[in-house]
């Protein structure tokens, strides 16, 4: 054979070669299209949840368009990292993006139609895949893509190092099910963090990476399982795990403990809302390093919340035991009654009206409005029955119902919105806005306004002792009457207290607060009228809109949770009202600070009179003597006596007209708390104050929060402790020394 043919047969058998690396050559200078430039490769751009995080660490929930949250390579378990070589890149550790021998292999397999010569990407030449190139809209394109990916993967070798890779590669995954990432699948599919997953959870993961949506073990568990197995037996072919192991684990089971992402899952789903808006607001006034604004979504914020995991765990709970069992009363409360929920007084028309109100609310109406539909179209439709879910505390319900008569079967439901806050330093630690967020998107707690009733006293109570008043001064429980001229009303108003008994006994202050007599509070009131009280209301952290009226002695207003918690918060910290914050810094994706918060303050009354109502909130509590009656009484004695409570506390309980409203505010030295429960339309409610009232509705919920709070107390940081509050406060709260201090002329002391 003559030394030409022998060139041409070697030129034959090499051009496939040749041409390969002369193609990847002409990639590398841009033949085929752009290369991602240096800066690119350095900051890769990726879409990464904001995470919402607790003052203890835990991340609360996360705000995303792509479920993902990265990790570093030394937070991986070394199973995991081993299961993604064995099976994917065995040499993963000795190439530089590109495998030699594979390469060959599936070169090779291609030309001569082998079917089993195997794949020759790498690691990193996924990541190339995952991070710079587009869908292909053809095979040729398929082809020009498969070398962009090559060159790519050289160049992430030469700026990275291989355990940066691997966290990388791990950290992009999209394994299905709204878990993009290691950290976010570990969460979705077994409720973990990445370095506590198992050997058998770790293979499970990388088995998936050959297809998630085909070995999704929510769907196909049986193939999942096997492809687990064939990862199990990479490792053991590699002698990471020992054959004896390797024969136990192929034969466990995948135990998933699934839970899905969502907006409406995890802890304090409602606070998380609430932030959104204010968050969103923040990312527009705040620019990145590249000119453009924060996006809440995928720039990877860190959200560092005043929010404490353990208490807003024991919060949710607490709301959660005691408003499904009070929800089974109510449901015996109403049964047999044609017109229940509402009142057999009420016409259908009033009832009818309601309905229509709660369909014109509902996001339903609202496309079929936005889709142009007619209201005779509209009503027809929310008349037929549709398969749904509706809510139950015991499970959910799948049904066949008409739209309407679901908005009817909803307002049953009792809701409940709670808040607990540091009152030191104005921390949020817990906060619950409603009793399922999945069904019920409403928030109790900043956005829902409710009547207050007798929880609005203290205030008035406060004005007196900041005046000069005594605890001690002495009110005749006779009718107030507020004359109709001189108020400014439109007849002559009476307020009643509850019982409608008016003995004419003499009552003091400290025992009026603590039994909410109604004559007592109208008694201030008209001593310094209403404006005097709207004035102290807002030095106190009152926003809302107040009307000056008489009335106010009652607490006929709407406030929030939000407000009242803050404003009592000020009794407790000395006079100084404190803002209520949920935030306590904003850092970016690499932990640097871009904001920090701290809470406005301001001096709201005087030292002495914030221990004075401290002791009053005391004796709501604790009871107050009344030596005309000779008993001792308050509206939350029953946490002492049911609840068991030995350690110092205060509250007010609130009940409002007809029982619409039930609340109770509670303080503890390190802690107030402020719980609202109600049904959503005012119409609907209790129809005894037994059951109806705030001693009933709310007040059990702060008891068995404060319950598990204090039995925990390792995890929470709360303790029972009492309040520091000087003796000559004491001195003047009780009324017998006082009265002997007086004759000793003494009564001026400092306190």
Excluded at 323 to 338: N, T
């Amino acid at each position: 054979m003559s030394r030409k043919k022998v060139v041409l047969i070697w030129l034959i058998i090499f051009s496939p070669f040749i041409g390969l690396f002369s193609a990847i050559y002409l990639t590398s200078f841009g033949f085929f299209g752009p290369l991602p430039t240096f800066e690119q490769l350095e900051n890769p751009k990726n879409n990464l949840a904001t995470e919402i995080i607790s003052e203890d660490g835990v991340v609360l929930g996360k705000y995303f368009f792509e479920n993902r949250s990265n990790v570093k390579h030394h937070e991986l378990p070394e199973n995991l990292i081993n299961a993604l070589i064995a099976t994917e890149d065995i040499r993963y550790m000795g190439h530089s993006g590109i495998d030699a021998r594979s390469l060959v292999r599936a070169v090779v397999g291609l030309l001569f139609g082998s079917g089993n010569s195997g794949g020759a990407s790498t690691i990193t030449q996924q990541l190339a895949k995952m991070l710079f190139t587009e869908k292909p809209s053809s095979g040729i394109d398929r082809v020009m893509q498969k070398f962009k990916e090559w060159i790519i993967a050289i160049r992430l070798e030469k700026q990275y190092t291989k355990e940066e890779i691997l966290a990388m590669y791990l950290n992009r995954f999209d394994w299905v099910n709204n878990a993009v990432g290691i950290k976010s699948a570990s969460q979705v599919y077994f409720n973990t963090i990445p370095s506590k997953l198992t050997i058998e959870e770790s293979a499970m993961f990388v088995g998936m990476l050959k297809n998630p949506a085909l070995y999704n073990p929510n769907r196909r568990m049986e193939i999942t399982n096997e492809r687990r197995n064939v990862v199990l037996s990479q490792m053991n072919k590699y002698e990471f795990i020992s054959d004896s192991l390797y024969e136990t684990l192929k034969n466990q089971p995948i135990v998933l403990d699934f839970k899905r992402a969502s907006h409406n899952e995890g802890q304090a789903p409602y606070l998380r809302e609430h932030l959104r808006g204010e968050l969103k607001k923040w990312c527009t006034k705040h620019i990145k390093p590249d000119g453009t604004s924060y996006n809440l979504y995928t720039d990877g914020l860190r959200i560092h919340t005043t929010i404490n995991s353990g208490l807003q765990k024991f919060a949710e709970q607490a709301l959660k035991e005691h408003i499904s069992s009070l929800q089974k009363d109510f449901y015996k409360h109403w049964k047999g009654y044609s017109k229940a929920p509402f009142p057999k007084d009420m016409e259908w028309e009033q009832i009818n009206a309601i309905i229509d109100q709660g369909m014109r609310r509902s996001e339903r109406y609202r496309k079929l409005k936005k889709a142009e539909k007619s209201e005779t179209e509209i009503r027809a439709v929310f008349k037929k029955k549709v398969p749904m879910t509706l809510f139950s505390w015991a499970k959910e319900i799948d049904t066949v119902l008409s739209p309407r008569d679901s908005i009817k079967y909803n307002k049953y439901f009792i809701h409940s919105g709670m808040m607990s806050m540091d009152p030191n330093t104005g921390m949020v630690k817990a906060y619950v806005g409603g009793i399922n967020h999945r069904y019920f998107k409403y928030d109790h707690v900043v956005v829902g306004k409710r009547q207050v009733g007798s929880t609005f006293k203290p205030f008035l109570y406060s004005l007196a002792m900041q005046e000069g008043y005594s605890p001690c001064y002495e009110v005749p429980n006779v009718p107030v009457v507020f004359d109709k001229d001189k108020w400014g009303l439109d007849k002559d108003w009476i307020p009643k207290n509850s019982d409608d008994k008016y003995e004419g006994a003499i009552l003091t202050l400290k025992f009026g607060m603590a039994n909410s007599i109604n004559t007592v509070t109208a008694y201030i009131m008209k001593q310094f009228g209403p404006h005097a009280v709207v004035d102290f209301a807002k030095k106190i952290g009152i926003q809302s809109n107040m009307l000056a009226v008489p009335s106010l002695c009652l607490g006929t207003l709407d406030l929030s949770v939000y407000e009242m918690v803050g404003a009592y918060s000020t009794f407790v910290n000395n006079g100084v009202w404190t803002e209520p914050i949920f935030i306590t810094k904003i850092t970016d994706k690499n932990g640097v600070i871009l904001e920090e918060f701290q809470p406005k303050t301001r001096e709201a009354m005087s030292k002495n009179t914030a221990n004075l109502m401290v002791r009053m909130l005391q004796g709501v509590v604790d009871g107050v003597y009344n030596k005309n009656a000779n008993t001792t009484m308050g509206t939350g004695v029953r946490l002492r006596f049911k609840y068991q409570f030995k350690n110092e506390m205060g509250g007010k309980t609130g009940t409002t007209q007809n029982n619409s409203d039930g609340w109770f505010m509670g303080i503890t030295p390190n802690l107030v708390t402020g719980v609202w429960s109600g049904c959503e339309d005012r119409s609907v409610h209790f129809r005894s104050t037994r059951y109806g009232q705030g001693a009933n509705m709310a007040l059990p919920i702060f008891a068995e929060y404060m319950h598990k709070v204090y039995a925990d107390t390792v995890e929470t940081g709360i303790y029972p402790v009492d309040f520091v509050i000087p003796r000559a406060i004491d001195v003047k709260m009780n009324c017998g020394e006082i009265f002997e201090t007086q004759k000793n002329n003494n009564f001026d002391e400092e306190l």
